[in-house]
């Protein structure tokens, strides 16, 4: 997906035929919202909170709302239609034309910024949603630069493991990404794909794999918007 000067891709891999990962992109008015969340739960029941997530932010960011009204307000709807043990870990953020991106964490793993080749972490702003009804979020607020990239993802990533049990990890990947920061978004995806299988050597994945990559165009690129 391209738009704003910016192209993103993703890749969401499930053990099973259903899973309880989140990931979506949505252009409006040169803005690009992403958003990558893990909802409790696995299978059917899973899948039906996810796509209940995915509808509620179709439905408010159309709305011209900030991104942290946007948030307290799926908080407050995911707490008041779900059960009170449902809730969903979450990473968002907006990405404008300039360069500007707002990103809003809600107890979900830390989004990776991919900059000159250095990986810096921006940690979770909030609980996840739907813990209580009443939540409050903040944004935290950072410029990309053409090249720049932002890494999301989930725990089927970082928490995968190889046959001695070792765990992938956020050192791993920020360290991938670091070596790899001139890609564009589609290679970051693939260069990451391909170190995880290498990784694993055959280990099935246990756990949904979700990962999400956003890259600031470079001016006189060719790809078309």
């Known amino acids: 997906m391209r738009s704003g000067g910016w192209e993103a891709a993703y890749h969401y891999e499930a053990p099973s035929l259903v899973g309880g990962d989140y990931c979506d992109l949505l252009s409006l008015e040169e ?20 796509a209940h997530l995915n509808a ?10 900030t ?6 307000q799926a908080s407050r709807m995911f707490c008041e239609s779900t059960l009170p043990t449902h809730f969903a870990t979450l990473a968002c953020g907006k990405a404008s034309s300039s360069g500007e991106v707002e990103l809003s964490i809600a107890g979900h793993h830390p989004v990776l910024l991919i900059h000159d080749s250095q990986v810096t972490r921006v940690e979770a702003t909030g609980l996840p949603l739907g813990m209580f009804c009443d939540e409050h979020f903040t ?19 970082i928490e ?5 049990g070792k765990e992938y990890g956020i050192d791993r990947l920020a360290e991938l990404l670091r070596a790899h920061s001139s890609l564009t978004a589609d290679e970051l995806i693939s260069s990451c794909l391909s170190d995880l299988m290498s990784f694993r050597s055959g280990t099935p994945i246990a756990d949904d794999l979700t990962m999400m990559a956003i890259r600031r165009k470079k001016p006189g690129s060719d790809a078309k918007e």
């Open 31 to 50: 803005n690009l919202y992403f958003v990558v969340g893990d909802v409790t739960g696995k299978g059917v029941s899973a899948a039906m909170l996810m």
């Open 56 to 65: 509620m932010f179709r439905a408010l960011v159309p709305l011209g709302l």
């Open 67 to 72: 991104l942290e009204r946007v948030m307290e």
């Open 139 to 157: 944004t935290n607020k950072t410029r990309c630069e053409p090249g720049d990239s932002i890494f999301l993802y989930t725990d089927g990533l």
């Open 160 to 164: 995968a493991v190889d046959s001695s």
